[in-house]
C-alpha cells in the first residue's frame, strides 16, 4: 500500500488508502486491508518532497536495467559512470540491488564506509568527481546475506534518494538489480516528480535473455521511463591469438598445454598470426540478437560490447578498463556506445555550455 497504491487483494471500487473514506466505506467491509486503511496518513508522502529537493542538484538521472542477471549489468554501470567522469562529468553512482550488490568491488571500494554530514549521508569518492552509495557499504561482514521484504528494500531505496548528499551533479546512473520488481517500481515511483531521463537495458545475444529484456522494454513503456537505448554485452569472445592457451586432448581426458609450441611455430612460420584477434559466438545469435529486438520494439541500439576476458579482470580489481591500453577489445566498443548515448541526449553540448 506504500505511496497509496491500491492493494492487490483489495475488494471491488477500493476507494485508495489515501482517501478520507478508506477503510471506512461500504465497499472496505470485510477488506483484509480494513484497519490498515482506516489508521494510516493520508496525503502525500512527505519524503516525497525532500527527494525532490534532493534531487534538484541532479541534472540527469539515467537507470540501467536488465531483464535478466548475469548479463553484466553492474560491470557496464561502473564502466559508464568511471567514463563519464573522465570526460569532466560531476557523476554519481547509486546501487540499488539491495540483495547482490557488486558495485562497491567494481569501484575498488570494498571495505569502505558511509560517514554522515550535517547535509546527509556522503557518498563514498573514487575521484574527487565520482561518487558512490551501495547497500555494500553497511554490511558488516561481504558475506552476509541480505534476507529483507519488499517494503523494507523500498525503504531503504528512499532513504538513499533523500539522504546522501550529491552535491551539483551532472549524472546520477542508478543500477538496478534484474527484473521488473519492487526495487524498479520504486526507483521510478519515487523520482518520478524530479524527472528520469531514460533507463539503459543490458543484454546478452541469446533469446533466453532477449525474452526477458522484452519485459523490461515494455516496463519502461508503461511506467512512462523512455529507454536511451539496449546495449548488447558479451556478443562473443573477443581476443587476441596469442592470449589463447591452446591445448592437446588426450584419450583419457587430460589436456596437454602446447601454448609455448604454438606461439612459437606461428611466429617462425606464419608471424603475421600473432596480429590477428579471434572471435568466438559463445552465445546463439541465429535470432539476430538485440538489433533485431530493437527494431521490432522500435528502441534504439547503442551497440555490442564483446566478451573480454581483461574487463572481466578490470571489473574484478575494481578499475576503469579506460585508464590504460589493457582492454583492447572492449574499449573501442564501449566508448562508440557512449559516444552515441551523448550525442543523441545531447549531453556534450550542455557540458561545453556550461564551461
Not at 7 to 21: K, R, T, V
Not at 84 to 111: H, N, R, T
Not at 167 to 192: K, M, W
Not at 195 to 220: H, M, W, Y
Amino acid at each position: 500500500m506504500e505511496n497509496g497504491e491500491i492493494p492487490e487483494n483489495a475488494n471491488e471500487h477500493c476507494p485508495g488508502p489515501q482517501s478520507e473514506s478508506a477503510g471506512k466505506s461500504d465497499s472496505c467491509q470485510g477488506c483484509p486491508n480494513q484497519e490498515a486503511c482506516a489508521t494510516a496518513p493520508k496525503g502525500p508522502d512527505p519524503d516525497l518532497v525532500a527527494i525532490a529537493e534532493r534531487m534538484a542538484t541532479v541534472k540527469h538521472k539515467i537507470l540501467v536495467l536488465s531483464g535478466k542477471g548475469g548479463v553484466g549489468k553492474s560491470t557496464f554501470s561502473a564502466q559508464l559512470s568511471f567514463a563519464l567522469a573522465a570526460m569532466d562529468f560531476q557523476v554519481g553512482l547509486l546501487d540499488i540491488d539491495i540483495c547482490g550488490p557488486s558495485i562497491p568491488k567494481m569501484l575498488g571500494l570494498e571495505g569502505q564506509d558511509i560517514h554522515q554530514s550535517n547535509l546527509g549521508w556522503s557518498p563514498v569518492y573514487v575521484e574527487s568527481n565520482l561518487g558512490v552509495m551501495s547497500i555494500g557499504f553497511m554490511l558488516p561482514d561481504p558475506d552476509e546475506a541480505v534476507i529483507w521484504r519488499g517494503p523494507r528494500k523500498n525503504g531503504l531505496i528512499k532513504q538513499f534518494l533523500k539522504d546522501v548528499y550529491w552535491g551539483d551533479i551532472d549524472f546520477l546512473v542508478v543500477d538496478a538489480p534484474p527484473g521488473t520488481s519492487d526495487e524498479h517500481i520504486s526507483i521510478v515511483q519515487f523520482l518520478q516528480a524530479t524527472g528520469i531521463d531514460g533507463a539503459i537495458i543490458v543484454t546478452t545475444p541469446q533469446q533466453v535473455s532477449l525474452i526477458d529484456v522484452r519485459k523490461e522494454v515494455n516496463f519502461c513503456k508503461k511506467v512512462g521511463v523512455p529507454v536511451l537505448g539496449v546495449v548488447e554485452n558479451m556478443s562473443g569472445l573477443c581476443q587476441p591469438l596469442t592470449d589463447f592457451k591452446f591445448i592437446r586432448g588426450t584419450e583419457n581426458g587430460e589436456q596437454i598445454d602446447v601454448t609455448e609450441k604454438v606461439i612459437k611455430y606461428m611466429r617462425e612460420n606464419a608471424p603475421e598470426m600473432l596480429d590477428l584477434v579471434a572471435l568466438s559466438e559463445v552465445f546463439d545469435t541465429s535470432g539476430g540478437g538485440a538489433a533485431k529486438m530493437c527494431m521490432e520494439m522500435a528502441v534504439p541500439f547503442l551497440g555490442k560490447v564483446p566478451l573480454d576476458p581483461k574487463l572481466c579482470k578490470a571489473a574484478e580489481e575494481g578499475r576503469s578498463c579506460f585508464a590504460d591500453q589493457k582492454c583492447g577489445m572492449s574499449v573501442p566498443a564501449l566508448k562508440s556506445i557512449i559516444e552515441k548515448l551523448l550525442a543523441a541526449n545531447q549531453w556534450n553540448q550542455e557540458l561545453q555550455m556550461n564551461e
